[in-house]
Structures are given as C-alpha cells and as structure tokens.
C-alpha cells in the first residue's frame, strides 16, 4: 500500500531518505508546470524544481504541521519563481520550442492532433495570453496559474502565500479583470 503525503512527510521529518525521494517523484512534475508557466523558460523551471527540493531539504524543520506540506513546498517554489522573475526583469522571453521540453510533455502533445491552421491560431493565441500573464503583478499571475491553470483551491492558495482567502480572490478578481482587458484589447489591434 503507497504511503499518504502527510506519512510520507513523518517519514521524511525522522530522517528517511526515501521518503524524500518520494516526495521528490510525487512533486516534481506539478512544481515544474508552476514554475514553466510562471517563468515560460524550461530551464529556469528545471532550477526552481531543483532549488525547491533543496530548500524544503534545508528547510524541513520549519514544517511545523505535516498536512501543510503542499503548501509549503508550493510557498518555496512560488517565491524563488519569483526571485528569478526579479532578476531576470526586462529580459522576458516566450519559447515554444516543442523539441526543448521534456519527453513526457513532447508524448502528451504529440497524442493531440490538430490541422496546421488550428496550430498556427492556437500558437498565436498562446503567445498573447502568456504575454498578458507576463503584465501582471508576480502575486496576481502566480494566484491565477494556481487557480486557473493548476487547479488549486482558494484556500490552498492562501496557505501556499500566507495570507487571508480574501486576499487570494481579490488578487484573482483583479488578475482575470485585468487579463481579459489586456487580451481584449490585443484581439482587436489583430483584427
């Protein structure tokens, strides 16, 4: 029988290691679609999957409850996505190069076939939308990918940023509000 997360993390706080590396394996994969759509570079994602596994390592004696862990990694990943946006200010750049991604993402999209001027709006498209995102404030976008894009509660979201569930809908009132204004605006200039 697989252990829970929060068994997993018990496990992990009295020093098991491959309980660690379990949590690596079940987390990977949702932090470095976080911190892709975040940061639209694979490499820079890559870091912050590596970076957040080392400092909730270093971290770990901060975990103060076992059933918060998803928030806490969530916060780690979150703000050194972050930090990266901060230093990297004024260099933004959109990549949909498919041949750079990882294999199991190369497989999932190569299994969805769409005609060549289906590609070709859906790739325009994705490069507005990804370029509105990149125009709002880091806790705005970073509150709409979690919630819009990956699926996580409001209160997940509020544990993840320590703050109250108000703040996160406001911020993700604003981010669509915000969003659909830019997006409206860029269509009719294509038009």
Sequence with gaps: MEKTIPELVESFLNGDEKAFAELVKRYRKKIYSIAYQVLHNH???DEVVQETFVRVYNKRQELKDVKYFTSFILRVATNYAIDLLRKRKGQKKI????????????????????????????????????RAFDELPYKQRLTAILHDIEGYSKA????????PEATVRSNLHIARKKLKKILKQRLKQKE
């Design 43 to 45: 490499l820079d994602a």
């Design 95 to 130: 990549t949909s190069d498919t041949a750079a991604l990882p294999g199991y993402i190369q497989l999932d999209l190569s299994q969805r076939v769409a005609t060549p001027s289906d590609n070709l709006e859906n790739k325009r498209l994705m490069e507005e939308i990804l």
């Design 156 to 163: 997940e979201i509020a544990k993840t940023f320590n703050c």
